[in-house]
Structures are given as C-alpha cells and as structure tokens.
Nanobody, 123 residues
Framework: QLQASGGGLVQAGGSLRLSCAAS???????MGWFRQAPGKEREFVAA????????YSADSVKGRFTIARDNAKRTMYLQMNSLKPEDTAVYYC???????????????????WGQGTQVTVSS
C-alpha cells in the first residue's frame, strides 16, 4: 500500500514536500510521481530507481522539483519549489514497474498506485 501526504494550498513561488510511505511490502524497484489536473489526463512528474542513483523528471518540472527516497524508511519524497498555478493537480505516488529512457522522454509504467494528495497553487 502507498500513502501519499503533504499536499496543500500554497502561493505561487512557494514550496511543498510530498511524501509517499509504503506499507505492507518493500518496493525494491522504481518509484515515482504522477499528477492529474482537472479536465486533463494523468501525467508523469518524476521517477527514481531503487538505489536512488538515477532520477528522472518531466521537462515541466525540471529544476524545480526533486525526487528522492529513503529505503530504510520505505518513503519517497517530492520536493517542489518555485510552484506555479499550473502545478495545481492531484499528485499520485506509484511504485514498481519499469522506467524506459528514450531519446527525448522518459516513460514510467508503474505496477502499484497510491491514493492522491491535492496540491493547489494560488496566483
């Protein structure tokens, strides 16, 4: 089971840190974050390998969001800085599956999904 937390309301330019805690099992593989804004499809945000040695993020959040994990705590994080109103969405954590690194994009297909946490950025 994956439990996401840390969402909330923040002004543009502010920061939030999301957490995703795993329970019931240890995910010894990739983990990541997706988001879904109202009226839009769910989109990839960031992913990280088991060791944490490789991390990937969508172009829209590069330089602003940082993904990390603490395997001892079975927790993944998403540090979000310089937030923009367009970052407003429900953020979902995910685990397992595969990360495919293509020439111009990264495709992460997880096996497990957590519930979402709402992030709202006001202008």
């Amino acid at each position: 089971q994956l439990q996401a937390s840390g969402g909330g309301l923040v002004q543009a330019g502010g920061s939030l840190r999301l957490s995703c805690a795993a329970s019931g099992r240890t995910f010894t593989d990739a983990m990541g974050w997706f988001r879904q804004a109202p009226g839009k499809e769910r989109e990839f945000v960031a992913a990280i390998t088991w060791s944490g040695g490789e991390a990937y993020s969508a172009d829209s959040v590069k330089g602003r969001f940082t993904i990390a994990r603490d395997n001892a705590k079975r927790t993944m994080y998403l540090q979000m800085n310089s937030l923009k109103p367009e970052d407003t969405a429900v953020y979902y954590c995910a685990a397992g599956g595969t990360i495919s690194v293509l020439i111009t994009s990264v495709i992460y297909k997880p096996s497990f999904w957590g519930q979402g946490t709402q992030v709202t950025v006001s202008s």
